[in-house]
């Protein structure tokens, strides 16, 4: 006999039936909205090819919370002007952010780790479409090895302490060029550090810098293993040619801000201890302690699976300048500077292997392409060109003459084994003082008597000029500003003066072997912060001169 509920029980069947409707309703609105949203990128017919879109970011990738600046600058089309710019800035499909009237400029913070895929929508005066799209990778901190937050605090000037005899210190200073190392324990930060290697480093900030010599730590010299925070080595840079002990500083913290994998940069006051003299330390001065490239930089930089991969060092005055320059399909025919090759590895060593050095200046300098396309695809798989314009345009901004488009130095080259190519990397900063110097051509004077290649031909094309020109812009609009390295300018000074002048004074000041009176560490703030005024003032119109296609430096001659 069938059963048959009662009323109550009818009553709550028809309930929960009505009830099993709204909820199939309400999702069934909610996937449709969720469609509707999501699906509002135009679709491929509907895109017109006549349209040129650009989508440009910076930084594109570093540490979370990244606030990404965005931009459309060179977007046109031929059937009238662009009257809207829409962003879907979160990756979601959906161009959520109208930036018209900021002119195509937005950004975003981005606090979740992982790789965005961010796109801008242009529309014309006729409605047509174009869509350009760009990348910004998003790393979490506590997947760094180091805690750079740390070691590289710089919103404080931290004491190191070198404790070693009279005699090793005397042997140091017998031939500085020779770069003896001597046997001492370190104290950073507090932390004691026995039998470590301590020793001058670098080539013209060594020879010529009188008693304020650049300095290293080797931390595990003498005992194997021995780190300091993860860390094997303390680079202390002397700011050679620098009376304001800001320009490594400021110029890093750009190279961050353009996206480059850029080292951490803190200020240290350093003093030396003679055990056996009986007399107190001496404070030897304020250094800009800066990471060095080595494999957990790379580890942190581009993941852990790529250490390994060869790392070569541009130095000309120890090598000659690394130039990319093609000169045969084997090492031996490239130049030899104090019985070395330019390209100078930094690992593997015992491999005399420069293969990938040399197929890398054969796709940059040494081949013959058809078509401007097929050069582009083949340098792009041998090398991030992006990192390269990124690098050049904020050498470029601070008038930069010791880097690779003048004299082939102060930089890195990594070989990634997972993506297969070079990462250009920036090192050795320092700043030029002429405000009005060229930002689309290399300078007459230096080392380059064969030319920049990858220089050269890059600027010859539209797409990498194109990007070239943005980033200019963007480091100009966001960072590259007055009021914003007025402010920087003036808190690094703030914050180093009190320590320059205490217990003696810093020895690049003060003392009988000098590189600057101290006159002009006080005035360094002034004379920075107009140098900027007045290349923010030239670099709005050299910009503006190039997107007017005014700028007859553009060569024709193809790759």
Same mark, same amino acid.
């Given at each position: 006999?069938?059963?048959?509920?009662?009323p109550?029980?009818?009553k709550?069947?028809?309930?929960?039936?009505?009830s099993?409707?709204?909820?199939?309703?309400?999702?069934?609105?909610?996937?449709?909205?969720?469609?509707?949203i999501?699906?509002?990128?135009?679709?491929?017919?509907?895109?017109?090819? !006549?349209?040129?879109?650009?989508?440009?970011?910076?930084?594109?990738?570093?540490?979370?919370?990244?606030?990404?600046?965005?931009?459309?600058?060179g977007s046109?089309?031929?059937?009238?002007?662009?009257?809207?710019?829409?962003?879907d800035?979160?990756?979601?499909?959906?161009?959520?952010t109208?930036?018209?009237?900021?002119g195509?400029? =937005?950004? /975003?913070?981005?606090?979740?780790?992982? &790789? /965005?895929?961010?796109?801008?929508?242009?529309?014309?005066t006729?409605?047509? +479409?174009?869509?350009?799209?760009?990348?910004?990778t998003?790393?979490?901190?506590?997947?760094?090895?180091?805690?750079y937050?740390?070691v590289?605090?710089?919103?404080?000037?931290?004491?190191?302490?070198?404790?070693?005899?009279?005699?090793?210190? &005397?042997?140091?200073?017998?031939?500085?060029i020779?770069?003896?190392?001597?046997?001492?324990?370190?104290?950073?930060?507090?932390?004691?550090?026995?039998?470590?290697?301590?020793?001058?480093?670098?080539?013209?900030?060594?020879?010529?810098?009188?008693?304020k010599k650049?300095f290293?730590?080797?931390?595990? =010299?003498?005992?194997?293993?021995?780190?300091?925070?993860?860390?094997?080595q303390?680079?202390?840079?002397?700011?050679i040619?620098?009376?304001?002990?800001?320009?490594?500083?400021?110029?890093?913290?750009?190279?961050?801000?353009?996206?480059?994998?850029?080292?951490?940069?803190?200020? +240290?006051?350093?003093?030396?201890?003679?055990?056996?003299?009986?007399?107190?330390?001496?404070?030897?001065?304020?250094?800009?302690?800066?990471?060095? +490239?080595?494999?957990?930089?790379?580890?942190?930089?581009?993941g852990?699976?790529?250490?390994?991969?060869?790392?070569y060092?541009?130095?000309?005055?120890?090598?000659?300048?690394?130039?990319?320059?093609?000169?045969?399909?084997?090492?031996?025919?490239?130049? +030899?500077?104090?019985?070395?090759?330019?390209?100078?590895?930094m690992?593997?060593?015992g491999?005399? &292997?420069?293969?990938?050095?040399?197929a890398?200046?054969?796709?940059?300098?040494g081949?013959?392409?058809?078509?401007?396309?097929? /050069?582009?695809?083949?340098?792009?798989e041998?090398?991030?060109?992006?990192?390269?314009?990124?690098?050049?345009?904020?050498?470029?901004i601070?008038?930069?003459?010791?880097?690779y488009?003048?004299?082939?130095?102060?930089?890195?080259?990594?070989?990634?084994?997972?993506?297969?190519?070079?990462?250009?990397?920036?090192?050795?900063?320092?700043w030029?003082?002429?405000?009005? !110097?060229?930002?689309?051509?290399?300078?007459?004077?230096?080392?380059?008597e064969?030319?920049?290649?990858l220089?050269?031909?890059?600027?010859?094309?539209?797409?990498?000029?194109?990007?070239y020109?943005a980033?200019?812009?963007?480091?100009?609009?966001?960072?590259?500003?007055?009021?914003n390295?007025?402010g920087?300018?003036?808190?690094?000074?703030?914050?180093?003066?009190?320590?320059?002048?205490?217990?003696?004074?810093?020895?690049?000041?003060?003392?009988?072997?000098?590189?600057?009176?101290?006159?002009?560490?006080?005035?360094?703030?002034?004379?920075?912060?107009?140098f900027?005024?007045?290349?923010?003032?030239?670099?709005?119109e050299?910009?503006?001169?190039?997107?007017?296609?005014?700028?007859?430096?553009?060569?024709?001659e193809?790759?």
């Amino acid at each position: 006999m069938a059963h048959s509920g009662g009323p109550n029980e009818d009553k709550w069947l028809r309930l929960f039936e009505k009830s099993a409707v709204v909820v199939f309703l309400a999702a069934a609105g909610i996937f449709l909205a969720s469609a509707f949203i999501r699906d509002t990128t135009p679709p491929a017919e509907s895109i017109s090819a !006549s349209i040129e879109a650009h989508a440009y970011s910076m930084p594109n990738n570093g540490w979370a919370p990244l606030t990404v600046y965005f931009s459309a600058l060179g977007s046109e089309s031929p059937n009238g002007a662009i009257v809207r710019y829409e962003w879907d800035l979160d990756g979601n499909g959906a161009f959520e952010t109208d930036a018209t009237a900021n002119g195509g400029y =937005a950004s /975003y913070t981005y606090n979740k780790p992982r &790789d /965005y895929t961010i796109s801008v929508r242009v529309t014309d005066t006729s409605g047509a +479409v174009g869509v350009a799209s760009t990348t910004v990778t998003v790393r979490h901190p506590a997947s760094s090895s180091v805690d750079y937050w740390s070691v590289f605090d710089d919103t404080r000037v931290r004491r190191v302490d070198i404790a070693l005899s009279k005699a090793e210190w &005397d042997k140091m200073w017998v031939d500085p060029i020779s770069k003896y190392q001597a046997k001492a324990d370190a104290t950073v930060f507090g932390q004691r550090l026995d039998d470590v290697g301590f020793r001058m480093r670098g080539q013209f900030s060594l020879r010529n810098s009188g008693a304020k010599k650049p300095f290293k730590i080797d931390i595990d =010299a003498y005992i194997d293993g021995q780190e300091y925070e993860n860390l094997r080595q303390l680079m202390f840079l002397n700011s050679i040619g620098d009376p304001s002990l800001q320009y490594e500083k400021l110029a890093y913290g750009m190279m961050e801000f353009a996206g480059l994998p850029a080292s951490h940069v803190a200020y +240290v006051e350093l003093w030396i201890d003679l055990t056996d003299d009986d007399q107190d330390p001496i404070f030897w001065g304020v250094y800009a302690m800066v990471e060095r +490239v080595d494999n957990k930089y790379i580890g942190n930089r581009f993941g852990r699976d790529a250490k390994g991969g060869n790392l070569y060092k541009a130095s000309h005055a120890q090598r000659g300048p690394m130039d990319l320059v093609y000169w045969g399909d084997s090492i031996e025919e490239y130049p +030899v500077q104090n019985g070395q090759y330019a390209y100078g590895k930094m690992n593997n060593e015992g491999e005399a &292997d420069y293969s990938d050095i040399v197929a890398l200046c054969r796709t940059v300098d040494g081949r013959d392409f058809e078509t401007e396309e097929e /050069y582009i695809k083949a340098l792009e798989e041998a090398i991030n060109v992006d990192a390269f314009l990124r690098y050049i345009a904020v050498n470029m901004i601070i008038d930069n003459w010791d880097s690779y488009i003048n004299t082939g130095n102060n930089y890195y080259l990594f070989n990634n084994p997972v993506s297969g190519r070079f990462e250009w990397i920036p090192w050795d900063l320092t700043w030029g003082g002429n405000p009005t !110097s060229d930002v689309f051509t290399r300078a007459e004077f230096g080392m380059m008597e064969n030319g920049a290649p990858l220089f050269d031909k890059t600027m010859r094309i539209e797409k990498y000029r194109d990007a070239y020109t943005a980033y200019l812009d963007l480091i100009a609009r966001h960072y590259f500003t007055l009021e914003n390295m007025s402010g920087i300018i003036r808190r690094n000074h703030n914050l180093i003066a009190p320590y320059v002048v205490q217990s003696g004074g810093d020895k690049g000041f003060f003392g009988t072997s000098t590189m600057f009176p101290y006159e002009e560490f006080e005035n360094s703030p002034n004379a920075l912060i107009n140098f900027v005024s007045e290349r923010v003032e030239y670099l709005e119109e050299a910009i503006q001169s190039e997107l007017e296609g005014e700028n007859t430096a553009v060569q024709e001659e193809q790759p």
